[in-house]
C-alpha cells in the first residue's frame, strides 16, 4: 500500500521490494508519458495490437473440438478483450530485485531509456476502479511461462455455447500462458473482457522513474514539470520533487536513485514563471521544502 499522501520514493527506507508486495511497474514512451498525465489513466491495449501472435490465439488449442464457438471467439478476443501489462519485482537467490531493474523492457517499451516508468499500488488501483472492475469480467495475475505456448490439452474447457463462455472458461491458458523468452518481463497482466475504456491511475502512483536520458536532458525535464505546476492539470499538487527518481548503470543491471535535488533545481531555475513560483511556494509552506 502507498505509505504517503503523495508519491514518494521509498525502497531503501520504509520498504524494501520484493515479488508480490504491490507495486506494478508500467513502461512507456515520454510521448504517452505525458497523455497519461494529462488524465492520470492508463488505455488497455487490444489483443490485436499485442507483439507476440501467440496470445490469445485459440489455434494453439484443438478446434475440431468446438470450431465455431472458438472461431468467433478468437474474434471475439481481438474485438472486446483488453490488457494492461506491468512489470513487478522479483526475486534472485532470495534477494528482492526492484522492477525498474529491467535493462530490457528500459530498451524495448520505454523508448531505450528515453522513457518512463510508472510505478503503481496495485491495491490502490483495484480500489479506484472498482466500479468498473465490478461490471466487467477481468483477472489480476502473474503470466506463467513455459517452453511451449500450446496448453496442456487436458487443461482445456471446451465446453461452451457461446465464445464469451469459452473465454471465460479458459483465460489462464489463453492469456497466461507464454513463452519463456519473454520471462525476463515478470509480467504481472490486468485482463478485461468487454471494456475499452481508460482506467484511473489517480492516487495510485507510488512513484515515477525517468528514463536515464531524460534525467540528463533538462528541457524535457522541464516538459514534465510543465504539467506538474499548472494549476489546470489533473497532476497539480499532486507530485513532489521525491515523486521523482531514475536509473543508473551497476553491476547487476540498473540502480535506483533518488533525483529530488534536480526537479527542484529546475524549479528554481524557472522561478520567474509564475506557475513555477506557486509551485515552489507550496512545496516551502506545505510540503516541508526550502
Not at 524495448?108 to 476502479?129: L, P, R, T
Request: aromatic residues 14%; charged residues 25%; hydrophobic residues 35%.
Amino acid at each position: 500500500m502507498l505509505l504517503t499522501e503523495l508519491p514518494t520514493y521509498l525502497y531503501g527506507y520504509e520498504e524494501l521490494p520484493h515479488k508480490g508486495d504491490g507495486a506494478l511497474f508500467h513502461y512507456t514512451s515520454l510521448d504517452s508519458f505525458k497523455k497519461i498525465m494529462e488524465d492520470l489513466t492508463l488505455k488497455p491495449s487490444s489483443f490485436a495490437r499485442l507483439n507476440d501472435m501467440n496470445e490469445g490465439n485459440v489455434h494453439n488449442m484443438c478446434l475440431s473440438h468446438n470450431f465455431m464457438v472458438m472461431y468467433n471467439a478468437e474474434k471475439y478476443i481481438k474485438e472486446k478483450c483488453h490488457i494492461i501489462s506491468f512489470s513487478q519485482n522479483y526475486d534472485i537467490r532470495g534477494c528482492g530485485v526492484e522492477g525498474t531493474n529491467h535493462p530490457a523492457m528500459w530498451a524495448h517499451y520505454a523508448d531505450d531509456s528515453n522513457g518512463v516508468c510508472i510505478v503503481i499500488d496495485k491495491e490502490a488501483f483495484m480500489a479506484q476502479n472498482e466500479a468498473i472492475l465490478s461490471r466487467h469480467f477481468y483477472k489480476f495475475e502473474d503470466v506463467e511461462y513455459s517452453l511451449f505456448n500450446t496448453p496442456n490439452d487436458k487443461e482445456i474447457d471446451y465446453e461452451a455455447a457461446t465464445p464469451e463462455k469459452f473465454i471465460k472458461n479458459n483465460w489462464k491458458s489463453l492469456f497466461f500462458l507464454k513463452h519463456k523468452d519473454w520471462a525476463n518481463e515478470d509480467e504481472h497482466r490486468l485482463f478485461i473482457m468487454d471494456y475499452d475504456g481508460k482506467l484511473s491511475i489517480d492516487g495510485c502512483i507510488k512513484y515515477i522513474v525517468l528514463g536515464r536520458k531524460i534525467f540528463s536532458d533538462n528541457a524535457r525535464v522541464k516538459e514534465i514539470l510543465d504539467i506538474i505546476v499548472n494549476p489546470k492539470s489533473i497532476c497539480y499538487r499532486k507530485f513532489v520533487p521525491h515523486s521523482f527518481v531514475t536509473t543508473c548503470y551497476h553491476a547487476r543491471g540498473y540502480r535506483t536513485l533518488g533525483i529530488a535535488f534536480k526537479i527542484y533545481e529546475t524549479v528554481r531555475m524557472n522561478i520567474s514563471n509564475p506557475l513555477y513560483a506557486d509551485y515552489e511556494k507550496w512545496l516551502i509552506e506545505e510540503q516541508g521544502y526550502g
